[in-house]
């Protein structure tokens, strides 16, 4: 080998064996959990005990469990809704936003006419009510994107923005309960969604809507024609598909989806609108959903897992007293080393001298 | 592969040992059966002038109940204003063990009302809050302080300042102005300031206030901004109803006076903070865990105690800034408040639209409507914290004029 071969190359991987993927992987874990324990020490915690207080806090008793459950709905939920969208390669950011209008949409029944129908109506009326502003929430940037070009990457995000003044108005302006207060009343008890086995019945319909979306995805026509314009916008239009049919009923489906995921956050879980609604979750479910590489089964267990790191985190907090940006730093760290191994799942590196004496042995 | 699943191996032992570990921690408090656990949801940390009081209460309150036999340990979460991490709060501490769970602030019973009715054995307290009456829970109670009692002798600190000023010819009587920094356009912020300046124009009668919303309670960056706005309109001094202390550090770069809430802010601010108001929740934490403790029930709505209970209290004065004869000003002024004699908001002190208030409603049932049969004005006094203990007087008195209203 000559001297101008770099010290690393990357090369493409073909031949990944599924035991080499998941070694990677659980390595990869394995690798965070031990930066973890460092940033554990430099916080002047004890790690194995902070990593067991996760883990109790979270899995050890049933109130532990029942919060995964419920900080794991928003995030499977929105996670399914944003995956048709990365499937046809339209970069949905707006999830934030589409939750937003969607739990504000539901919150307008709630308030408004909880005394003209019995809750199941209600709830199914405040449903509907998110579904459609989700929808059309996120149809907007793709008509446009579809029609004129425009970028929906920003354009989604800036709606992010959008949903949430509306909702901040709203907070302070037509809805406010107490002058001043800048906080919308409390739901009547008909608009908040049942529990079921302690947790609102969200979980229930996320379920559901994994069974649906893994269907929708890979059996259906929509389904194809989501994955052959995620391929191809050319093949797609040779094909004679409606590029802007396809592209905003998509946009539109994954709106709904998170404007329902709004309404369980609303109304099961809040039992009132503020403009914090979707918590980040908009964003956080983008992880989600590449972890799980856009497959809704991997999906429960991504979300399950992130839902477990937030409760561990607040579990950290009041029993060890260990700052909650702490247990972000080491959220961070454990998606970073989960995103990252794919890298080497897909890549492999090849070092100058390994290759020189390769080389040799060949020669 | 080997070294892979050689590091993956070490890896796995390290687990295991995190796991285990876990497993035996939550034996060791139950050694001690003493000690009560007691949680308080904070909504800033300790960066905030406004969570300091609370620290401040909550330490004092450890000793005053250790002194009488019962032994507290606090747990404290940070950070969280309003809505389901509020709720994620309440149930960790409550599943900690936590006899009471204090919560520092308004936004954040919703979110506690959620959790509430789940853990029946836990005293949820919110501090500032005001439903407790009306929710359906035995387990809510909530408490607001006289704290307007205090705000009036903060004003008489401002209004001597002013008054000094004016007899100094430092200032015309025109230029007597003073900023307030508000957080919202809500009665506990509109009774606060009121009093502020009735305050003020008791010692200093041709005082005039502006007061400028800045959309949340507390915002270290807003505030300065606000307050270096209301300086540039003119005033003279700054008071402020929002949690952190740039209100006074910006009056002392510009060269006027401050008057602060929480805390007393002279440390930062020597040449322009002359005094503070605050709430010293210390008796008020000590009567909820000693009544929990001895098996007593708390009060719902925990009413009257202010100046002469000692939960409202003044910081130490700044003397080497403040206009002579100031402490005796105000000795005299909380003297009066305590016996009875000066009522605050005595209505022939002040006008609203130029007339004098001879009615004036208080919501009762959290609908956000005055109600009949509640009417605080009677004795030719605004009765403040008088039919529940959380401020009630929203009237927008003449003197005082409001540069933004959008909050």
Not at chain 1, 98 to 119: C, D, E, H, R, V
Not at chain 1, 284 to 300: D, R, S, Y
Not at chain 2, 137 to 162: H, M, Q, W
Request: net charge negative; proline share 3%; charged share 15%.
């Amino acid at each position: 080998m000559n001297e101008k071969t770099p010290f690393i190359r990357i090369a493409k991987r073909e031949d990944a064996s599924k035991k080499r993927i998941w070694t990677v992987r659980i390595a990869a874990f394995a690798v965070a959990i031990l930066l973890g324990m460092i940033i554990f020490v430099i916080a002047g915690a004890n790690p194995i005990k902070a990593y067991g207080v996760m883990i109790t806090s979270s899995l050890g008793k049933k109130s532990g469990i029942k919060q995964v459950v419920k900080n794991a709905i928003p995030l499977l939920g929105t996670g399914l809704a944003l995956a048709p969208c990365f499937r046809m390669r339209y970069w949905n950011i707006g999830a934030e936003g589409q939750i937003t209008m969607g739990a504000m949409a539901a919150t307008y029944f709630a308030l408004n006419w909880y005394s003209k129908m019995p809750s199941a109506v209600l709830l199914l009326v405040m449903g509907i009510a998110s579904l459609v502003f989700g929808g059309l929430w996120s149809a907007i940037p793709a008509i446009f994107k579809s029609r004129w070009g425009t970028n929906e990457t920003l354009f989604t995000l800036m709606m992010n923005y959008i949903a949430i003044g509306i909702v901040a108005w709203l907070q302070g302006g037509p809805w406010e309960g107490k002058p001043g207060s800048q906080i919308i009343p409390m739901f009547d008890k008909k608009a908040v969604l049942p529990k079921l086995f302690g947790v609102h019945c969200g979980w229930v319909i996320v379920l559901l809507l994994v069974a649906f979306m893994f269907v929708y995805m890979n059996y259906t026509k929509h389904g194809y024609e989501i994955a052959v314009l995620g391929e191809s916008e050319n093949t797609a239009r040779y094909a004679g598909m409606n590029i802007l049919k396809v592209t905003v009923r998509t946009a539109a489906l994954s709106g709904a989806i998170c404007g329902l995921v709004g309404f369980m956050t609303a109304s099961g879980v809040n039992q009132t609108l503020q403009s914090g609604v979707a918590g980040g979750v908009g964003f956080t479910a983008i992880t989600v959903c590449w972890l799980a590489q856009l497959n809704p089964f991997a999906m429960v267990a991504i979300s399950f897992l992130l839902a477990v790191l937030s409760k561990g985190a607040s579990g950290l907090q009041t029993t060890l007293s260990i700052p909650a940006s702490i247990s972000d730093i080491i959220t961070g760290i454990i998606l970073l080393c989960m995103l990252g191994c794919e890298f080497f799942i897909n890549y492999r590196l090849i070092f100058r001298d390994k290759q020189a004496k390769n080389g040799k042995e060949a020669a | 592969m080997k070294k892979v699943l050689a590091v993956l191996l070490a890896m796995a032992m390290v687990f295991a040992l995190a796991a285990c570990g876990g497993t035996t921690e939550p034996a060791a408090p139950s050694d001690d059966a003493e000690t009560y656990k007691v949680g308080m949801v904070c909504i800033g940390d300790d960066n905030a002038a406004y969570d300091r009081n609370f620290y401040m209460a909550a330490d004092a309150a450890k000793e005053a109940l250790a002194a009488k036999g019962i032994n507290i340990e606090w747990t404290y979460t940070y950070n969280h204003p309003e809505g389901d991490p509020v709720a994620v709060d309440c149930e960790e501490l409550a599943d900690a063990g936590c006899i009471a769970v204090f919560l520092n602030s308004y936004g954040q019973e919703p979110a506690m009302l959620t959790v509430a009715a789940d853990y029946p054995d836990t005293v949820f307290v919110g501090m500032t809050n005001e439903g407790s009456k009306s929710d359906d829970l035995d387990n809510t109670v909530n408490t607001f302080p006289s704290i307007y009692e205090g705000r009036y002798l903060a004003g008489v600190a401002a209004g001597c300042k002013l008054q000094e000023m004016i007899d100094n010819g430092e200032i015309t009587e025109a230029e007597a102005v003073i900023g307030y920094v508000g957080a919202y356009t809500y009665a506990e912020v509109l009774s606060g300031y009121t009093a502020f300046f009735l305050g003020a124009k008791s010692i200093c009668p041709a005082a005039t206030m502006l007061v400028e919303f800045i959309g949340s309670w507390g915002d270290p960056t807003l505030e300065a901004a606000t307050a270096q706005d209301l300086i540039d309109r003119g005033a003279v001094i700054v008071s402020q109803h929002s949690d952190s202390t740039t209100p006074a550090t910006t009056a002392q770069s510009n060269g006027v006076y401050h008057v602060g809430y929480n805390i007393g802010m002279s440390d930062v601010a020597p040449e322009a903070s002359i005094i503070s108001s605050r709430i010293d929740w210390t008796n008020y934490m000590v009567y909820v865990i000693e009544t929990i403790v001895g098996g007593g029930k708390v009060d719902a709505d925990y009413m009257g105690h202010g100046l002469a209970d000692g939960d409202v209290k003044l910081t130490e004065l700044n003397t080497a800034i403040a206009a002579e004869g100031t402490q005796e000003a105000i000795d005299a002024a909380a003297a009066k408040i305590k016996s009875g004699e000066l009522n605050v908001f005595d209505t022939s002190t002040f006008t609203v639209n130029g007339a004098e208030l001879t009615s004036s409603l208080v919501d009762m049932d959290c609908d956000f409507a005055p109600d009949e049969g509640f009417d605080a004005v009677f004795d030719g006094v605004y009765h403040e914290s008088y039919f529940k203990s959380a401020p009630a007087f929203a009237e927008r008195i003449d003197g005082i004029t409001l540069v933004n209203e959008s909050y």
